[in-house]
């Protein structure tokens, strides 16, 4: 006679039996679903940045004309795009009129855009809508702006000479059309369009800064000007840095307000780097031509980032 045993585990002892997760496995998942979330942001940059930018320093060491986008044939020409567009004198002057421009640009846009900053940062009647009506230039298109400039900036039909031959200070300024006043007069325009921007954003900075600061500065018998420099200033470091950075970004590539205003003219006055890519590529349909001028821009932008890159790991140390 035979006895047979049945034996019977708990289930504490039956967990124990079954079999662990593999670890790999787990740590394949994880970076497959990482993968998963950041494709569609690399996807995205390499069509619509990555294509772009390596298309076109190709195409600046092509002989590229319309006849290419039937034919499909753009033969290499080495450098010859290159050492035509630097011999040419409207390329130095180009750059000139892109280094003058960006920097009054971001001078005037800054430190108005700062100056009513400061002022807002005020309670007073009215506060907020004075500050939604400033914010009119910066929302409307900037063509619309410039076709409405060139209105008023006319020698002979225009608004702000008509004004000033009211009050006796002038009338006759030739702003859009003479070649010492054309840059300048651009210049003025953009700066009205960007204090918006700058105002917000460095408004939003202030705002941040303990208001305990400012009263142990009173305290200690510091003047407005010295509050400013020495509390508020260092505070608003790294919200300038921004403002500053995206202003150049956008200004050292315009274009639409330029075209608006002046075309480039009177006598090359107002050419920048974005009027002389635009004027190669899409007047003289020398694509060539433009893709280098294109690239140049590019590359002061990218220098730019590297040392806006470099001075903020600097101060992070």
């Not at 002979?156 to 000479?161: E, K, M, Q, S």
């Not at 420099?229 to 470091?237: A, E, F, G, N, Q």
């Amino acid at each position: 006679m035979t006895t047979s045993t049945v034996t019977t585990q708990t289930p504490a002892k039956a967990s124990k039996t079954a079999a662990a997760p593999d670890p790999d496995r787990l740590r394949r998942r994880r970076r497959l679903a990482q993968w998963g979330f950041v494709a569609p942001a690399v996807v995205f940059m390499l069509l619509f940045f990555g294509y772009p930018l390596v298309r076109n320093v190709v195409m600046s060491f092509q002989h590229y004309t319309p006849k290419t986008f039937f034919t499909g044939e753009a033969p290499f020409n080495g450098a010859d795009n290159w050492s035509n567009v630097f011999q040419d004198a409207l390329f130095g002057k180009a750059l000139w009129h892109t280094l003058v421009f960006t920097a009054g640009s971001l001078v005037g846009q800054f430190c108005i855009g700062m100056a009513l900053a400061v002022f807002f940062s005020r309670r007073f009647p009215l506060n907020g809508v004075l500050r939604s009506l400033i914010l009119l230039p910066w929302l409307v298109p900037m063509v619309v702006s410039g076709i409405v400039w060139r209105r008023i900036l006319d020698q002979d039909t225009g608004v702000l000479n008509s004004f000033l031959e009211t009050v006796g200070i002038g009338g006759s300024t030739p702003w859009l059309t003479s070649p010492e006043m054309a840059l300048v007069s651009v210049i003025l325009v953009n700066i009205w369009i960007g204090i918006p921007f700058n105002m917000v954003i460095l408004y939003g900075g202030l705002q941040e800064i303990p208001k305990e600061l400012h009263e142990a500065a009173a305290l200690d018998g510091a003047s407005a000007w010295r509050t400013f420099r020495s509390v508020t200033l260092p505070m608003l470091k790294p919200v300038i840095t921004v403002v500053l950075v995206l202003g150049f970004m956008s200004t050292v590539k315009i274009l639409d307000l330029i075209l608006a205003l002046t075309d480039g003219g009177p006598a090359d006055a107002t050419q920048t780097l974005g009027t002389l890519t635009y004027q190669n590529s899409f007047v003289q349909l020398d694509f060539g031509a433009g893709a280098v001028v294109g690239n140049v821009l590019i590359l002061i932008s990218a220098v730019f980032a590297v040392f806006y890159l470099r001075a903020n790991r600097t101060e992070g140390k």
